[in-house]
Antibody, heavy 124, light 111 residues
Framework: EVQLVESGGGLVKPGGSLRLSCAASGFTFSSYSMNWVRQAPGKGLEWVSSISSSSSYIYYADSVKGRFTISRDNAKNSLYLQMNSLRAEDTAVYYC?????????????????WGQGTLVTVSS | QSVLTQPPSASGTPGQRVTISCSGSSSNIGSNTVNWYQQLPGTAPKLLIYSNNQRPSGVPDRFSGSKSGTSASLAISGLQSEDEADYYCAAWDDSLNGPWVFGGGTKLTVL
């Protein structure tokens, strides 16, 4: 069974740091790009960051650029998100998601599956 | 404010057909495929429709997707109580703001 399990969330003070992890199983992790998507309480989904299968391509949302760092360890089938200089507006459930990409008449891309999420609360 | 525009709410009675719209621009929906995700209360999002109109295995054929120009739609026919959830559209975006954009989500209520 393809599965993603996040961990590392918790309560942190503004300006603090936190490192999230996502453990993958049931598929060849090293063959897929991975993503972090977050959801603030009562709000919609917001894409945070993407990393290609070999870490060659990395993207960040403007809202986290310069503060968050995405990385992966293919030997450990794990995805990470190092979050520094945290702000109250970073409070959210953070999901990791696998990217599926299929080339056809046009490139089709989608997230599947998603992990269960880990809650990050930034508060003093 | 989300890059893709969805109505915040939709509703229908059991058995009805409901549609949810998703409006974007030439850099996202206009030039890339659209996906839809279903988020049941208290759970993680789940893939519902990919590549505009494809259903993953296990998704009932009551759910269908379509795309035209810079807009997309999700249709749910034969509405059931278990369809009550939040629905999000998403697309790759070719602009410099970031590769992925989401709609703000539509809360579907089954009356």
């Amino acid at each position: 069974e393809v599965q993603l399990v996040e961990s590392g969330g918790g309560l942190v003070k503004p300006g603090g740091s936190l490192r999230l992890s996502c453990a993958a199983s049931g598929f060849t992790f090293s063959s897929y790009s991975m993503n972090w998507v977050r959801q603030a309480p009562g709000k919609g989904l917001e894409w945070v960051s993407s990393i290609s299968s070999s870490s060659s391509y990395i993207y960040y949302a403007d809202s986290v650029k310069g503060r968050f760092t995405i990385s992966r360890d293919n030997a450990k089938n794990s995805l990470y998100l190092q979050m520094n200089s945290l702000r109250a507006e970073d409070t959210a459930v953070y999901y990791c998601a696998r990217l599926i990409a299929v080339a056809g008449t046009e490139m089709a891309r989608w997230f599947d599956p998603w992990g269960q999420g880990t809650l990050v609360t930034v508060s003093s | 404010q989300s890059v893709l525009t969805q109505p915040p709410s939709a509703s229908g009675t059991p058995g009805q057909r409901v549609t949810i719209s998703c409006s974007g621009s030439s850099s996202n929906i206009g030039s890339n495929t659209v996906n839809w995700y279903q988020q049941l209360p208290g759970t993680a999002p789940k893939l519902l429709i990919y590549s505009n109109n494809q259903r993953p295995s296990g998704v009932p054929d009551r759910f269908s997707g379509s795309k035209s120009g810079t807009s997309a739609s999700l249709a749910i026919s034969g509405l059931q109580s278990e369809d009550e959830a939040d629905y999000y559209c998403a697309a790759w975006d070719d602009s410099l703001n970031g590769p992925w954009v989401f709609g703000g989500g539509t809360k579907l209520t089954v009356l």
